[in-house]
């Protein structure tokens, strides 16, 4: 099975990216991975440094309530595994997300942002370095964008030789989009 990992700041891009990585499970029956990584914030006192406990406590309880919410009317009489399952994680969000990349049959659907610079306001830092990181195919959403099927994929590469080692990715893909 496919899994779709997610990743959520619970801003309104990661909502929207949600809310088109849902319709894009449906079309490769997948289950989706709503994944938040926690930077955990210190504090300097009396020159020592303290980690705020507290804070990794409430956005792993932020994100636990998100996908017990999402997941009510998915659980039922007929299905007992939840559709959407949690993933909570401490560190570099890049470097964990890259990590997750990796795992074998996987998409990553993640939401734009619109402060920074010029380029970053199409796409947010954490996007671009994605871009270069990402192990996995990689779908990024801007504000307002809302999922329609796929019929065209479109496979950008600077050398042939790069295009020809990893191109099986994308294949796998829209065969399982055919299927449809």
């Not at 990992?5 to 990216?17: I, K």
């Not at 792993?60 to 007992?80: A, H, M, P, Y």
């Not at 993933?87 to 795992?103: A, C, D, I, N």
Request: hydrophobic share 35%; with cysteine.
């Amino acid at each position: 099975m496919t899994k779709i990992l997610v990743p959520t700041d619970f801003s309104d891009a990661s909502n929207n990216a949600y809310n088109f990585a849902n319709h894009l499970s449906k079309d490769l029956t997948g289950v989706l991975l709503l994944t938040h990584i926690y930077y955990p914030t210190s504090t300097d006192v009396n020159q020592f440094v303290v980690i705020n406990e507290e804070a990794e406590k409430i956005h792993r309880e932020k994100l636990d309530s998100l996908v017990n919410t999402l997941n009510q009317d998915w659980i039922g009489s007929f299905v007992k595994e939840p559709f959407i399952e949690g993933v909570f994680k401490v560190g570099f969000p890049r470097v964990e997300l890259t990590e997750m990349s990796k795992q074998s049959d996987t998409i990553m659907v993640m939401g734009t942002t619109g402060s920074g610079d010029n380029f970053k306001k199409v796409f947010g830092s954490l996007s671009l370095d994605m871009i270069d990181h990402c192990y996995c195919p990689l779908f990024l959403v801007p504000p307002g964008a809302a999922y329609s099927k796929i019929d065209e994929i479109v496979y950008l590469s600077e050398t042939l030789k790069t295009m020809q080692t990893i191109c099986y990715t994308p294949e796998k893909y829209v065969q399982k989009l055919d299927q449809i």
